[in-house]
């Protein structure tokens, strides 16, 4: 594979499982060091890391929650410290809850934001401060969802932060730019991955979903990985506040039945 990212160092949270695991895999295999955050199993993580090595690529396996700020402030040290610098930021890490707007809890919104919007906020502020000092350039790719810009019945929590991940990307993109620092989202649809498992698992649900993507089926990790790695890459140089979607068509897609 092109080595696009030779000499650049890439963080992505998530990186053990679905759609990081993917970003991860193919930053490495194109050149970037690569440190692969994960929480609790470290299984997966380990797994990216082999898939990485034998891509004849570098990766380091760090445990890290982002919804707190020393594990934060740990990973930024952790890449510096291991690999010399932090040009890339891939906010991967994501969860999303089902429940009725109107029997949503404190704690279920609490855990939806942190994860999802607090977590990349206070992530990103580490990793800018970092470049800033160093006065060196970076990149910053946040993975949102086709739900920053839709509706989804149901997902009150999770729709509220990618909204709120849409602006925050926005307005970091205005910030950033003179630090010759890009930020941007990628929008996925429907992955197949384990965020995803209970629809997966349920098949008229996934038939009636996959009526509305015109592709016919649901995207892969390794889509998304390939749209991320040309955002971080030279080829987007002047590419800077955007949203990518990338869904198959969903978001075009409306029916009368
Ligand atoms: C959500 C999935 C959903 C998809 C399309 C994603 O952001 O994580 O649960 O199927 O959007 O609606």
Redesign the pocket.
């Known amino acids: 594979m092109e080595k696009r990212l030779a000499g650049k160092v890439a963080i992505v949270t998530g990186g053990g499982t679905g759609i990081g695991q993917g970003i991860a895999i193919r930053l490495g295999s194109e050149g970037a060091r690569v440190i692969v955050d994960y929480i609790g199993d470290p299984a997966g993580a380990e797994q990216t890391r082999q898939a990485i090595v034998q891509a004849g690529g570098e990766a380091h396996i760090q445990a890290a929650d982002i919804t707190v700020c020393q594990d934060i402030e740990n990973l930024v040290d952790t890449a510096w410290q291991t690999y010399g610098s932090a040009d890339i930021l891939v906010n991967n890490a994501g969860m999303?809850h089902k429940s009725n707007f109107w029997d949503t809890t404190e704690a279920e919104y609490d855990k939806i934001l942190s994860v999802n919007l607090r977590g990349p906020f206070f992530l990103t502020q580490k990793f800018v401060q970092k470049l800033r000092a160093a006065q060196r350039p970076g990149r910053i790719v946040n993975i949102s969802?086709?739900?920053e810009d839709?509706a989804?019945p149901g997902?009150a929590t999770?729709c509220t932060s990618?909204g709120g991940l849409r602006m925050l990307m926005r307005n970091l993109a205005v910030e950033l730019g003179p630090l010759g620092i890009t930020v941007n989202n990628v929008a996925?649809?429907?992955?197949a991955t384990p965020?995803?498992k209970s629809?997966l698992a349920d098949q008229p649900k996934l038939d009636a979903?996959l009526k509305n993507i015109p592709l016919g089926r649901l995207g892969k990790p390794e889509d998304v990985a390939g749209l991320v790695a040309f955002l971080v890459s030279e080829d987007a140089a002047y590419v800077n506040g955007a949203t990518y979607v990338i869904?198959g068509g969903?978001m075009r897609s409306y029916h009368e039945q």
Request: aromatic letters at 16%.
């Open positions: 999303e969802s086709v739900h839709m989804f997902f999770y990618k996925p649809g429907a992955i965020i995803n629809l979903l869904d969903l």
